[in-house]
């Protein structure tokens, strides 16, 4: 707020923590080496010089105030020097340690007191946190509260309590310094109360971010009944360098980049077109109403007008994220208004620099030159952006590739470097905007193939957490910034005219655009959508942020441009927030609908894709699908290969994911009923003789601790193989029964080891335990899902038999390193097939190598029973383990399929798409036979004692 | 964008046509007669030359062979300038000639990196496609039938109500229906999936034949399950019958992995 007012740094060294953690001292590294750079290297803006076309190149208006160094803001008023960390001089003589501006690139104001605090790191909150205690003057319960800021994650702007602080009015008389975690505390608690603990109905009817504004109005006028002071206000550097970035990258990172670039034309369009032209309509129209006179004396001049028309002409991201993602239009009609969002950055920041510039050189000496200049300056910001975004992202995926070794700081990696794309097209004047969306877009593919699964959570988990945050943060202090009455200055005329014309040139400029797209278009915009997208502008912290960063001495009427700003703002967000989900439903605009990912819908996709290429190639047009096509290609075969993981590249295929994300997500239902139920008897036909029920009751937390948490943690390598055993005899019982035993002698009755305490920073190593129940689990999946597809294929027992050989065979030579033999050349899927006249035929038509291919097949049931083979002589009369198939007694030593090294996918059988999650369609499974491998009967025979002790519930249902 | 991206492009098969100038064009039936010269099929060549009466007469003897199947008003669609376009482009392929046989889609070197390729192009001549029989293969297609099999890839038109977009929309998924019931039978068994999955990916180095089989097995259970729900433990699922098919694409947003925008003249530069 008081940037353009002068300012000095004050105190702020006191704060200094006494150590840093490794991640920010790498932060600060950057940060300091970014700073040097930029006194070295930038001329400083000079006002009385008027633009050169150094001046004129676009500089990005979050920069006016630089917040690293802050030299822009306070060079020319008050080049307070501080004692420098890193030793960087800056011409300004300004050198001012970065961890001092990491802590203060706010501004304070001598005369009250009063310091801004930015906690932009949450490991610096920690640190601050424990200097606090260090200094003595912090209660625990302080430290706690500051520690639930940090729960929160929320980065977050907090006043230090000065004298005469709203703190000490508040008489929490702690000191001058340790009221900060309380006071950071507080708003962030309030926030997050709201957040989760308002009911759904409020937050159906009213968006969050109306609530935030509202709320923080609330808190901005508690803060000024008490202290007539405004404490709290959303600085421009604070918004964008710590609260926007994670947005966007947010949204970058998590966009759908084929929706995105399969509607890039029209997301330009409207991004670049539509933004010139309300910034035109919008400034001109009021310079218009002002020359009749409406507006009363006002000092400002049709360059004002197009000033303040080009701030207000953007639609802000962060409030279209917050409102239209409770309103759940469908995608297209929301990639298009959100990427207009994002993109239109570019346009923004060129606008807003070159009307600057000309309202600073006054309107009669701007030459035609300085506006060639101008244009020319958005083709730089936004492809030099984009560019740096590209080449960040590239890096990053480059660096996420040779993690492998230390997946403990892969998610930072992931943090840092698209953090320093927004940094870096910040320091060359380019729009940083647009640097972390391509930064996130562009790597979002490679990066998730390759970290490990725990970092993709972590990254996903942090990265909401600190976008949501910092969402909370900004239209909380949008709203208490809006309670300081020496900001308002109210013009009626120009208030009510901006917003009308915003409104309806907003609405003419979709409605032409539209008109013009819907020529070029696949998927025709209707009269609805436009509906939808006009409203859907919704203005936000971005344009306050640029208001607020103009030079009052140069832009007469600031106050009423700032306050005009603020009623837009919150009318957009307020009202049409509000009224945006009636209005959606009213005109029943298409929604999005949630769906579960099916295989036929990918598969079916995946030929469609290939199909429309293909047309295109043969109709010999360069058309929306041939560019996919070639760029996939590309990508297969250059990019992918220097930026995947040699693992990754081959599990990463849509196709084979969605199937494996299936198959677990079935897994994991099937396996959470049983819990459910307290049994996994469910799954047993009626028909089978014996009942067994093994009660999981007794041992709930056992079974929490293995199974449940198995099945969530462990997500890599889950092979779930179909092919049943079937058709149990009792006449086979016994064998089957010692086979059994056998299996869980070697494999699952392996006394549990205690969990070792070993403590590693940089590890997280996977103990005995998890390995071991790891493997239960595969089995259990694999038996289960193996009975079930037997029922529900009802296929010819030989058939099934000679299938699953040819299965095992496969998965064994995925997954073992050992060759086994040769390899099946090409397998007759003719004999395989399930259709009856093929059934019946099954046995004449085996093909002459089928001995060959079953003797990798059987080896791993082979390996299972050869301990036991002797000591059975009964007849074995299940065809898997008649002799005539199992000749190959030679392979038998072969490693299970489940002691494979782990990073591989392997792709299995999809068991079905629907697992009952209630009794209701419980009794869909009733009539799967369960596999006459069941270790019940095992239990059954040797009696309750000797079972297991803690792996048994899951082992037991195989 | 889209403008940027559609500049002409080159096609490496030669063909003599390549410098065809559009006066020629615009001149009409006659003058292209003479210039194509060596009609082996004049009949062909005749409704060829004067498109939008070819494609009405083609629209008309569709609705002889499969009545019923076809929404009207499609004609509107396709005007007189894209099957110029797309006439063009057929005598670049056929070389001149007055049909198509398999061999001359190998001139089209994009296609080559097309995993299902070959499915493509079978479909081309697929009988059942071209609505000239139930079963069975063409050995050859002239210019109209081109003209149907380009027609399953239009656009859905605004002005087209529901029934006919629910029509249109049918006739697309029978395409790729047909496409993987490769032996005409009204079914995709387990085998026929299969197949087409392995082929799928077999884009894909990385991903065995294995993989794609059990892929396949899955979503053909994954389609039993939806088509049959709940299954009697002897019941047998045969294959994806044209129904279950419709079945599985429920819900399904086709409009834009069904649609070319091949149709669209700004976009066509195909004479060089």
Known sequence: ?958 | MRSSCQEPRPISAHHPHGNCDLRALEKGSEGRNEKTGKASNPGALDRKTSPSVGFGALMQADMQQSPGTRPKGLERQVSSDQIEQLHRRFKQLSGDQPTIRKENFNNVPDLELNPIRSKIVRAFFDNRNLRKGPSGLADEINFEDFLTIMSYFRPIDTSMDEEQVELSRKEKLRFLFHMYDSDSDGRITLEEYRNVVEELLSGNPHIEKESARSIADGAMMEAASVCMGQMEPDQVYEGITFEDFLKIWQGIDIETKMHVRFLNMETMALCH
């Open chain 1, 1 to 958: 707020m008081s940037h353009a007012e002068g300012h000095s740094w004050q105190n702020v060294g006191n704060c200094r923590p006494l150590a840093y953690a490794a991640f920010v001292r790498v932060f600060v590294y950057f940060l300091s080496d970014y700073q040097g750079f930029y006194c070295n290297q930038r001329p400083h803006w000079s006002v009385a010089e008027g633009p050169r076309w150094s001046d004129l190149r676009p500089r990005c208006p979050h920069l006016g105030a630089h917040s690293l160094c802050g030299h822009w803001i306070s060079s020319s008023k008050q080049p307070t020097c501080r004692r420098a960390l890193r030793g960087h001089k800056c011409p300004t003589g300004c050198s001012t340690s970065p961890i001092e501006q990491t802590l203060s690139p706010g501004s304070c104001d001598p005369g009250k007191g009063k310091t801004e605090l930015v906690f932009w790191n949450l490991e610096q909150q920690a640190e601050l946190l424990s200097w606090g205690r260090g200094q003595g003057r912090a209660s625990n319960s302080e430290v706690l509260a500051g520690a639930m800021v940090l729960g929160e994650g929320v980065k977050h702007v907090g006043s230090m309590g000065g004298p005469q602080g709203l703190l000490s009015t508040l008489k929490l008389t702690c000191g001058e310094w340790t009221t900060a975690p309380v006071a950071s505390a507080f708003p962030a608690l309030l926030g997050s109360l709201k957040r989760f603990h308002l009911s759904h109905k409020v937050t159906s009817v009213v968006p969050e971010s109306a609530l935030l504004i509202v709320l923080g109005l609330v808190l901005g006028g508690i803060v000024w009944a008490a202290d007539h002071i405004a404490s709290f206000t959303l600085t421009p550097t604070v918004f964008f360098f710590y609260l926007l970035p994670p947005i966007v990258l947010d949204a970058g990172y998590f966009m759908p980049n084929r929706l995105f670039f399969g509607n890039l034309g029209t997301i330009l369009l409207y991004a670049v077109v539509g933004t010139v032209w309300n910034a035109a309509t919008t400034g001109l129209s009021l310079y218009g109403v002002f020359l009749s006179g409406l507006m009363g004396d006002l000092k400002i001049g049709l360059l004002d007008f197009l000033l303040f028309g080009s701030l207000i002409a953007a639609v802000d991201p962060v409030a279209v994220l917050a409102v239209f993602e409770e309103v759940h239009v469908n995608e297209v009609l929301f990639i298009i208004v959100f990427g207009e969002s994002l993109l239109n950055d570019a346009v923004t920041v060129v606008l807003y620099n070159v009307f600057e510039s000309f309202v600073a050189l006054g309107g009669d000496n701007v030459t035609g030159l300085d506006c060639v200049k101008g244009i020319v300056s958005f083709f730089v910001v936004s492809l030099g952006g984009t560019l740096v975004g590209v080449i960040f992202a590239f890096l990053l995926s480059l660096v996420t590739r040779f993690t492998k070794h230390v997946r403990i700081i892969e998610p930072g990696f992931v943090f840092i470097i698209s953090y320093l794309s927004y940094l870096t097209s910040e320091m060359l004047s380019l729009s940083a905007i647009l640097a972390i969306t391509f930064c996130g877009i562009c790597c979002q593919k490679y990066v998730k193939a390759n970290i490990s699964e725990q970092s993709a959570t972590t990254v996903r988990y942090t990265m909401k957490m600190l976008a949501s945050g910092a969402e909370t943060i900004i239209f909380m202090f949008l709203g208490i910034s809006a309670v300081n009455p020496f900001i308002w200055t109210w013009n009626t005329a120009f208030v009510l005219l901006t917003l009308v014309f915003i409104s309806v040139y907003r609405a003419i400029g979709v409605v032409l655009q539209t008109w013009l797209l819907n020529r070029y278009r696949m998927v025709q915009l209707e009269p609805i959508d436009q509906v939808v997208l006009s409203y859907g502008g919704l203005r936000g912290a971005v344009a306050f942020a640029l208001v607020v960063l103009l030079d009052g001495e140069k832009v007469k009427e600031k106050n009423l441009f700032v306050s005009t700003t603020i009623i837009v703002v919150f009318f957009t967000v307020i009202f049409q927030g509000l009224t945006i989900k009636p209005l959606v439903q009213w005109l029943k605009v298409k929604r999005s609908e949630h769906r579960e990912p099916r295989l036929n819908e990918k598969l079916h996709g995946r030929a469609f894709d290939h199909i429309l290429s293909a047309i295109e190639d043969i109709s010999g047009q360069i058309g929306h699908n041939y560019l996919r096509d070639k760029w996939s290609h590309f990508d297969r075969k250059f990019l992918s290969r220097v930026l995947m993981r040699r693992s990754a590249q081959k599990s990463r295929d849509q196709i084979l994911n969605v199937f494996h994300e299936l198959n677990l997500k079935d897994a994991i239902s099937y396996v959470a009923e049983g819990e459910r139920r307290g049994s996994l008897a469910f799954i047993r036909s009626p028909s089978t003789d014996n009942m067994v029920n093994v009660d999981f009751a007794p041992r709930s937390s056992a079974v929490e601790a293995s199974v449940s948490y198995l099945l969530r943690e462990n997500v890599s390598a889950v092979c779930l193989d179909m092919q049943s055993l079937e058709q149990r005899r009792r006449s086979i019982r016994d064998a089957e029964d010692m086979v059994t035993h056998h299996t869980l002698q070697q494999y699952l009755y392996k006394p549990r080891q205690e969990y070792k305490h070993l403590y590693s920073r940089h590890e997280l190593t996977p103990t005995e335990d998890e390995k071991q129940d790891r493997e239960i689990f595969h089995r259990t999946m694999r038996k289960r899902l193996e009975s079930f597809k037997t029922t529900k294929l009802g296929l010819n027992q030989n058939k099934k038999a000679a299938k699953m050989y040819k299965r095992e065979r496969a998965q064994k030579r995925r997954n073992s390193s050992i060759p086994n033999g040769k390899l099946p050349t090409e397998n007759p899927v003719q004999n395989f097939t399930i259709k009856e006249k093929d059934l019946e035929l099954s046995d004449t038509e085996e093909h002459p190598n089928y001995e060959e291919e079953m003797s990798g097949g059987i080896e791993f049931l082979a390996s299972v029973t050869k301990d036991t083979a002797s000591d059975s002589p009964a007849g074995i009369d299940n065809p898997v383990f008649s002799p005539d198939e199992a000749l190959d007694r030679g392979l038998l030593a072969r490693l299970p399929p489940w002691l494979s090294p782990g990073e591989t996918v392997v792709p299995s059988q999809r068991a079905r798409t629907q697992i009952p999650h209630s009794p209701s369609t419980f009794r869909r499974l009733t009539p799967f036979r369960l596999s006459s491998k069941s270790v019940d009967s095992f239990l059954q025979a040797d009696g309750p004692e000797e079972r297991p002790p803690a792996a048994l519930p899951e082992s037991t249902h195989m």
